[in-house]
T-cell receptor, first 108, second 112 residues
Framework: ELKVEQNPLFLSMQEGKNYTIYCNYS?????LYWYRQDPGKSLESLFV?????AVKQEGRLMASLDTKARLSTLHITAAVHDLSATYFC????????FGAGTRLTVKP | NAGVTQTPKFRILKIGQSMTLQCTQD?????MYWYRQDPGMGLKLIYYSVGAGITDKGEVPNGYNVSRSTTEDFPLRLELAAPSQTSVYFC???????????FGDGTRLSIL
């Protein structure tokens, strides 16, 4: 059974700092997604990673995928308050499984 | 640009009642999904559909039923509501499997 683990689950950062969120999964897959969710809101797609070594960047966020290690990372560069949200990774194998989410708070 | 529309947005049910959560999309997407999100948790897949007339179970299908008679609509039915089904329900769609899913705004369901 596919398991998806994110860490950390909670992350409090100072503005301007860098940090990485990790997403590990347990079975073979080459389809991994990152979503953002603001409190009380729906999910917004950030990145789709479809092959080993894939790297995508949008603003201060960069996502990568290592299918051999079954690991994806979401790197935050020079965090700003507007990035405060919950970030989910999701892996598509026989069906879609989401991680528990990383609740990010960026403090001034 | 309606996207994925879910109704109702909020609902309170009594134990044992039934109801249908509606989901419609206007993007001509083939794939549609139903998820539930419990407080502080990730999403769990209930059912999904790869096209009209085709549905399949996800991770947590017990207590739910779905149908897909048209490309646009994918209703989720709760037959005998139980407190464990209190959750926020999200409907999502995508054109093909490798594309990101577009999510509706969710239905907050409480069963008392």
């Amino acid at each position: 059974e596919l398991k998806v683990e994110q860490n950390p689950l909670f992350l409090s950062m100072q503005e301007g700092k860098n940090y990485t969120i990790y997403c590990n999964y347990s079975t073979t897959s080459d389809r991994l997604y990152w979503y953002r969710q603001d409190p009380g809101k729906s999910l917004e797609s950030l990145f789709v990673l479809l092959s080993n070594g894939a790297v995508k960047q949008e603003g201060r966020l960069m996502a990568s995928l290592d299918t051999k290690a079954r690991l994806s990372t979401l790197h935050i560069t020079a965090a700003v308050h507007d990035l405060s949200a919950t970030y989910f990774c999701a892996v598509d194998s026989s069906d879609m499984r989401f991680g528990a989410g990383t609740r990010l708070t960026v403090k001034p | 640009n309606a996207g994925v529309t879910q109704t109702p947005k909020f609902r309170i049910l009594k134990i044992g009642q039934s109801m249908t959560l509606q989901c419609t999309q206007d993007m001509n997407h083939n794939y549609m999904y139903w998820y539930r999100q419990d407080p502080g948790m990730g999403l769990k897949l209930i059912y999904y559909s790869v096209g009209a007339g085709i549905t399949d179970k996800g991770e947590v299908p017990n207590g739910y039923n779905v149908s897909r008679s048209t490309t646009e609509d994918f209703p989720l039915r709760l037959e005998l509501a139980a407190p464990s089904q209190t959750s926020v329900y999200f409907c999502a769609s995508s054109y093909v499997k490798n594309q990101p899913q577009h999510f509706g705004d969710g239905t907050r369901l409480s069963i008392l």
